[in-house]
Each structure stands twice: as C-alpha cells, then as structure tokens.
C-alpha cells in the first residue's frame, strides 16, 4: 500500500527574486519510532536578482518534516521516497516549493488499536506537523518587478522499485547551458546510473534529473 502526503512550504528571500538558474532537492526522511517519520528536505541552487543580471547567487534551505502514520498501518517494512517536486516564484521574494513524499510497503492490520473519533485524516495520517518558523535568506536587498514563474508537476519515478536500491538522491533541475558531461562530473555519477533513472535522450531546460546516491555514500 502507497501514501502520498504533500508538503508545501514558502521561503521568504530578502533580495529580489527574478529567475531560478539551478535547483535541487535532497532529504534525510527516516522513521524514527514505529509510527514516526521525521528528518528535513534541504532545496539548494542558484538564482538572479534581475532578468538582465550575469550575477547569480546561491541559496539552501533545511525545511523540517515530521509526520504520525495511522496506528492501524504496519510501517515494518517502510520506504520513504519523493514522488514530485515543484516550485513557483510568489510576488518577486517568495520561492514556493511542493514535495510529495511517497511512503510505500505500508501494510493495513487485520486489528487495529482503538483511536480516538477524529484523530484520522483521510489519507490515514493522524497529524502532518509542518514547522511555520520563516526561512529567511540573507544576501542583498534590491527589489524588481513581480515575475511569477512554475514548473508544472509531472511523476519523476517511472520505476520505484529500481529506486529502491538506494538509500538517498537529488532531484536537479536543468539550466541554461547544462550538458550530461557537466553534470555527471558535478555529482559524481556515471551515465549507465543516470540512464537508470532518467531518458537521456534529450536534456531540456527545466528538465528534472534524478540523481542517485549510493548507499554507501551519505548526502
């Protein structure tokens, strides 16, 4: 049994905010008790204060995530991946970004201990504790005009069950100027490990490459 549980979380920059040139997403989502998945999405890259500018500045954020699966579920047997990632530019200095975090191998018991009337959401998550503190960013302080810009959302996994041999991965964004060489050599991965998880047929802007990380490596 599949869990799909949305995460969105808006990041207030101090600078102006005119164009994403690189992003990318990592977590560190493990269960930590029986019913308890807890850890942080860290959503890292580039971006221009101007349209015009050659400057770009980097950014990364750690955005907390915990959640209680329903008592009635067995979590022995648990995978915790991203589903999708998507993010929109709000009102020049706001970066808007959703993560649907897919749990997997969920198994519903044949009995479940008693909770209380409506502690249970419809998707089977007693509460989805979403941490509100500001995420502030601490570079420069010009402003530009609003300019909203939005990756529609797609599946990024074709194969969840050939992601399951690793432990962790990125998911990058591709840029202006990105080749398959540039980005093998900054990630450190081979093309068969790419090609395992993306079509490498053709690399477009905006595309989202899955980058995996081997379970001997820690991210």
Known sequence: MEKIIPFKKDIIFKTNVSEITSISLEHNLTKKEENFVSGSFTVSGEYKMAEDSVTVDSFSYDLPFDINIDKRYDTTKLKIDIDDFYYEIINDNVLSVSIDVLLSHLEEMEEREEIKEGEIDEVGVLTQELHEEEVIEEKSEEKM?????????????????????????????????????????????????????????????NDKIIIPANNDENI
């Open 145 to 205: 005009e609003e300019k909203n810009r939005c990756i529609e959302p797609e599946s990024l996994f074709e194969n969840m069950d050939q992601a399951e041999s690793y432990l962790s991965y990125k998911v990058y964004i591709v840029r202006e100027g990105d080749t398959l060489e540039k980005i093998m050599e900054q990630y450190q991965v081979t093309k068969e490990d790419l090609a395992a998880y993306n079509d490498l047929s053709e690399i477009k802007i």
